[in-house]
């Protein structure tokens, strides 16, 4: 779930303007958004399911931050 949320921070601060407050914001929604995947990961009935969430939101992250 970090890495998930990690990679999906590092999208979002690639893809807006150098001067906004990214780390900042960062902080607080990479929390709520951890926290969020760990519950998902608690309620999901097959591991798997919660597996290919996260390597989905993982990859998507990874591929936004390299092209």
Do not use: E
Request: charged residues 5%; glycine residues 6%.
């Amino acid at each position: 779930g970090y890495f998930a949320t990690m990679f999906l921070h590092l999208a979002v601060a690639k893809s807006v303007p150098v001067d906004t407050p990214v780390l900042l914001t960062s902080t607080y929604s990479s929390f709520l958004i951890w926290v969020g995947l760990m519950i998902m990961v608690f309620l999901v009935k097959r591991a798997w399911i919660s597996w290919a969430v996260l390597l989905l939101i993982s990859g998507l992250g990874a591929l936004l931050i390299f092209l």
